[in-house]
C-alpha cells in the first residue's frame, strides 16, 4: 500500500516525501479513506501509531483548496508537548502548501497567539483552557471551523477539561467534520461522543494494547531499595535513550537529582518546571545531549521521541491505561523497545491488572550481584501521646462515646 491510493494533492505526497513516510501506517489506512469523504471518526489508537498524520493529512487536503486568512481547522489537545508535536507534523506535511496553523497553551505570554489569530492562520492547535481566554477577548473566531479533532481524549478527560472542551464546542459551527481521537474510552467520552459527533465511523487500531515490539519485565524491590537498584539498572544498560517514570512532581525532581549524583546526563519534565525548562528538557533529550528523562505521567502524554529505548517505571502506575501511554513512548514505529517496571510488595495488584490486560505473565527478573538484603533506614521516633490507660491511671477520666453525625462528618470532609 502505498500514500497513492488516497489521491492527495500533488503538495501534500511532497509533504509526505519530506517526512520520510514511504508506506501508510494501518491507522492512516483505516482511517484516511473515511476522513478525506468528510466522515465523522471515532479512533482508538495510541501515540506512536502515526494517528496525528491521519488526521492532518486529510485535513490539508481540503483547506489547500479553499478560503485562506481565516480559522478553519481546530485541534484541541490537552498538552503543550503534544501541541507543539502536531503543529510541526502540520508544519512539515503541510509545507508545500502555504497552509500555516499555530499552537494555543496557557504558561507563555499571549501576545505572539494573539498575533497569529489576528494574521487569520488556517489551523489552530490548541489547549482547551488558554483558548477559551482568548474566545472570550474576542481574539479566536471560530465561526468558519469547517474541522474539529479532539485528540487524547481520554486524556482531556482525565486532566479535567472536558467542562471546557464542551465550552469550545458550543462556540463552533454545527456543519463541520469532527474526529475524535483516545486510547481508552471510559463512559464520559463514550458520550462526548455521542454529543458530538454525528453517524461516526469507528476505527480501532492497535486497540489498548501496547506495541508488540516492547519486550516487559519486573524487577520486584523493597521501596527503600529502589533508588539503588534503578542506578545499577541504569549503569548496566545502555543508556542513549530512557525515559524513567515516577508518580509525582516532586519524586521526578529528586530522583534526577540522585541520578545526575551517580554521573549521568539527565533532565526532568513535569508540572513544576517552567515552559521554556520543558522545552529545553524535551529538546534536549530528543537531541541526545540527556540520556534520561525523569517524568511524570502527565507531562509526558502523548510525547514523540522516535528513539526511546527503555521506559522504566520508577513507580508503578496507577491504571493498566497508565501502563500503556507510558510503555507506547518505546518501541515507537516497529522499534523495539524494553519496559522496566520497579514494583514493591504494595504493587501486587496493579501487575495482577497489568497481566490481565496484557494477556500474559510478566516475568520478575533480579539483579545479579544486587544485595538485596540491605534493612531498611530505621524510622525516626515520632512523639506519641500517651496511651489512654496513662492518662486514666493519671486519674483522668477517659470517656469513650461514638462520634456524633456531625464529627463523623466534618472528619470526612462531608457536607
Ligand atoms: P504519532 O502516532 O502521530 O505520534 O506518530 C508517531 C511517529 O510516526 C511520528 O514521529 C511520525 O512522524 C511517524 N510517522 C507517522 N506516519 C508515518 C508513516 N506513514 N511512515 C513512517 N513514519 C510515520
Not at 501541541?83 to 502548501?97: K, M, P, R, V, Y
Not at 476505527?203 to 524491590?221: C, Q
Amino acid at each position: 500500500m502505498s500514500f497513492v491510493q488516497f489521491n492527495l494533492d500533488a503538495r501534500l505526497m511532497t509533504g509526505i516525501q519530506r517526512a520520510g513516510y514511504t508506506d501508510p501506517t494501518p491507522i492512516q489506512t483505516a482511517a484516511m479513506p473515511a476522513a478525506l469523504t468528510g466522515q465523522d471518526l471515532i479512533g482508538t489508537a495510541q501515540t506512536g501509531t502515526g494517528k496525528t498524520a491521519a488526521f492532518v493529512l486529510p485535513i490539508l487536503n481540503k483547506l489547500v483548496n479553499g478560503a485562506r486568512n481565516r480559522t478553519r481547522a481546530l485541534i484541541v489537545t490537552p498538552t503543550r508537548e503534544l501541541a507543539e508535536q502536531i503543529h510541526d507534523t502540520i508544519s512539515q506535511l503541510g509545507n508545500a502548501t502555504n497552509l500555516r496553523s499555530a499552537t494555543i497553551y496557557g504558561g507563555v505570554g499571549a501576545t505572539p497567539q494573539i498575533k497569529a489569530l489576528r494574521s487569520g492562520v488556517e489551523i489552530l492547535v490548541a489547549c482547551p483552557g488558554r483558548l477559551l481566554d482568548l474566545i472570550a477577548q474576542g481574539h479566536a473566531k471560530l465561526d468558519f471551523v469547517e474541522f474539529l479533532v479532539l485528540d487524547e481524549a481520554d486524556r482531556m478527560f482525565d486532566m479535567g477539561f472536558l467542562p471546557d472542551v464542551k465550552r469550545i464546542i458550543a462556540r463552533l459551527p454545527v456543519r463541520r467534520q469532527t474526529m475524535l481521537f483516545s486510547a481508552t474510552f471510559p463512559r464520559e467520552i463514550e458520550q462526548l461522543a455521542s454529543q458530538t459527533l454525528r453517524n461516526p465511523q469507528r476505527i480501532a487500531i492497535g486497540l489498548s494494547r501496547p506495541a508488540i515490539t516492547v519486550t516487559h519485565a519486573l524487577y520486584p524491590v523493597p521501596q527503600h531499595l529502589k533508588a539503588g537498584l534503578l542506578m545499577q539498572l541504569l549503569k548496566r544498560t545502555d543508556t542513549n535513550s530512557v525515559l524513567i517514570f515516577t508518580r509525582t512532581k516532586h519524586r521526578a525532581q529528586k530522583l534526577a537529582m540522585q541520578i545526575e549524583n551517580s554521573g549521568f546526563r539527565v533532565t526532568s519534565l513535569h508540572g513544576n518546571r517552567s515552559q521554556g525548562q520543558r522545552q529545553e528538557a524535551l529538546n534536549g533529550f530528543k537531541r541526545g545531549r540527556y540520556q534520561i528523562m525523569v517524568a511524570t505521567d502527565i507531562a509526558a502524554r502523548g510525547l514523540d521521541v522516535e528513539s526511546i529505548s527503555h521506559v522504566i517505571n520508577y513507580d508503578i502506575p496507577d491504571t493498566a491505561d497508565a501502563y500503556i501511554h507510558r510503555i507506547g513512548r518505546t518501541g515507537r514505529m516497529e522499534r523495539a523497545g524494553d519496559a522496566f517496571t520497579l514494583v514493591t510488595p504494595e504493587d501486587h495488584e496493579m501487575v495482577r491488572e497489568l497481566e490481565k490486560i496484557m494477556g500474559q505473565k510478566l516475568p520478575k527478573l533480579t539483579l545479579e550481584d544486587y544485595d538485596y538484603s540491605v534493612a531498611a533506614p530505621a524510622k525516626p521516633v515520632v512523639s506519641q501521646r500517651p496511651p489512654r490507660q496513662t492518662l486514666a491511671a493519671r486519674g483522668v477520666k477517659v470517656i469513650s462515646r461514638p462520634a456524633s453525625r456531625f464529627q463523623q462528618n466534618h472528619r470526612t470532609g462531608n457536607k
